[in-house]
DNA sequence: GTGAAAGCGCTAACAA
DNA sequence: TTGTTAGCGCTTTCAC
């Protein structure tokens, strides 16, 4: 069946009368061998179509040069761009990236990070998932030091390095643009408060209406999974109570989006009858109509400095480096629904 | 610094007073053994946090369960939801998904492929660059033996597994629909002739026009590389036309969204002046104005099929299995601009 | 049903 | 600069 069986570095050894670990020395460039000797291995090696197995190597040095990456769900756009930068920055460093998914689902979050943990991987990025209440299986990878970094949805309890963006000053930004646009009666559809992010971006919001002496109205905060359904059932409720509101921050763009279709069909004018803002920049949010005011973040960006950091962390293994939240900047983008 | 020293067979074979092979079938379930050391063994292991080590069982069997998958961008929706399908049905299989991105570059695909060779995946997923014109890197697969499967973009060259849509058919209905609805002069802006899935789609749509009796105008067919700029540069050739289209079929959502933007701008009413189809039924189509009529591709069951048969034919070395081409159906989604 | 022994392909400490 | 040697942790004959 194979008519080439694979050539190890002791074929290219045997060929050319010198040792295995001559040959390894010089396919790895290392410094203590002739330029004569490097030149003929590589020739050899070309010639005879060696292949190094990584495996090996990986498990002799201990190293995979793997990182593993988990996220709730890939194919959302936030998360796929994240995944983009962190490809891109691995690749140049030499790094596979091994994903996986958690579907926001917590048992299958451990399930994926038990996996990349007996995989070896050298560190691992990760997202949490909407369930995650409990840290124990993280604490395996800061108990053998091996890296970990969160990104976006963290967990409060480990001690790592973190990218995030600031969701309660985009969370207070974005309030604070709809009450500079004239809105008294200003609602938000949050999301869990297991995740800081949406605790933070309630807790913007909850900062900007103080700030303007706007009374908060409990009838006027929804708490929900943030998906399509969700967040057209919250819109509904609100926009059915005595007095609804005028604007609505919603938790993400799915929901403001939902929000907004919930609007056509009940003939409710955006943004002349309610405002309406998301957040995350979804790449539909600029193409509707009306066009939706949301906030920008970095995904791409936070990708690839995760990336970076955690492998900057990785090749430093052996020095302390201290744990770091590196906070990316967002942009407030205000479209027609808010305008 | 390392608290907890790695456990390994041989620490348990010790604590058990028994032989480190024992200890590796009892952990493998291995059928020539007694229930009794089994459970011994696997109760030893948990209490010593055992956890074995994949890299050099993979050394060892040369397996590494651990498919490779190659997409020209991770953050488009339809290459994200095709890898969100890969990765479920791998879950459920106990194999691993490495990723990485061609950025349709050629030079860079080729740089993935070798790099995932060399790292021993089992198999390839695989859907090739804008750029790919030769077929040397695949070889590589095919000549040891390792699956490769295309999906979408496939290298016609090669003889593999493939999943794919129906794109002439695909391209004939939504051009059949423009006729249908009273288009005289149909225009096509169509991607790079090299991709099979583009030829295919504009030949669809010279068949439709055939079919019909409508003569093929030179001047309606437009070949770029489907981004928003090329599209819309396209799109503004068409339309200074001294007879421009009244129905443009766009060959992906990208430029159908541009030449949406360029009516917008230049007063062109959509479907009225000219109706606009696209390809691939991005998350934007839906919900733009007027929404994008389009064809819809089953990006998750795409991944989720070409997973489940390129791990099957892993699974199954040493039989041999006949290449399959596995069509999956596309969906015709009219909206408002071409109805 | 269990153990002994060999070796997957590579790297690295030590010797020369 | 090069070679020798000893594993990395596991699986898998082959004996018993």
Chains 1, 2 share one sequence.
């Not at 990070?113 to 299986?137: A, C, P, Y």
């Amino acid at each position: 069946m194979k008519k080439h069986p694979e050539i190890t570095i002791h074929n290219l050894a045997h060929e050319l009368k010198i040792s295995a670990s001559t040959v390894s020395r010089a396919l790895n460039d290392n410094s203590r061998i002739s330029e004569k000797t490097r030149h003929l291995v590589q020739k050899k090696a070309i010639e005879m179509g060696y292949r190094p197995n990584v495996l090996a190597a990986n498990l002799r040095s201990k190293k995979t040069n793997t990182i593993g990456v988990v996220v709730p769900r890939i194919d959302r756009y936030f998360f796929s761009s994240a995944i983009s930068g962190i490809e891109d920055y691995a690749w140049t460093k030499g790094f596979n990236v091994i994903i996986s998914q958690s579907n926001d689902l917590l048992l299958k979050e451990i399930n994926c990070v038990q996996t990349l943990f007996n995989n070896r991987v050298d560190g691992i990025i990760i997202s949490i998932s909407m369930q995650t209440n409990e840290d124990k299986h993280f604490r395996l990878f800061s108990e053998k030091n091996i890296p970990i970094l969160f990104f976006d949805r963290f967990c409060p309890t480990i001690e790592s390095d973190r990218i995030v963006v600031d969701d309660f000053n985009s969370g207070y930004k974005i309030t604070y643009q709809l009450i500079e646009r004239g809105c008294k009666r200003i609602a938000h559809i949050a999301g869990p408060e297991l995740l800081n992010i949406y605790k933070d971006r309630k807790n913007g919001y909850l900062r900007a209406l103080n700030e303007a002496k706007i009374p908060f109205t409990e009838a006027y905060l929804e708490v929900t999974g943030l998906t399509k359904d969700e967040g057209m059932q919250a819109f509904a409720r609100l926009m059915a109570l005595p007095n609804p509101p005028d604007g609505v921050f919603c938790g993400n763009d799915t929901t403001a989006l939902s929000a907004l279709e919930y609007c056509q069909k009940n003939n409710l004018k955006v943004p002349n009858d309610v405002a309406l803002t998301g957040f995350s920049d979804e790449p539909f949010s600029a193409v509707v109509t009306p066009s939706l005011s949301t906030v920008k973040q970095p995904g791409y960006q936070m990708g690839f400095q995760a990336a970076k950091r955690i492998i900057h962390r990785i090749e430093s293994a052996g020095t302390i480096i201290p744990f770091e939240q590196i906070v990316l900047p967002t942009t407030l983008i205000i479209r027609d629904s808010s305008s």
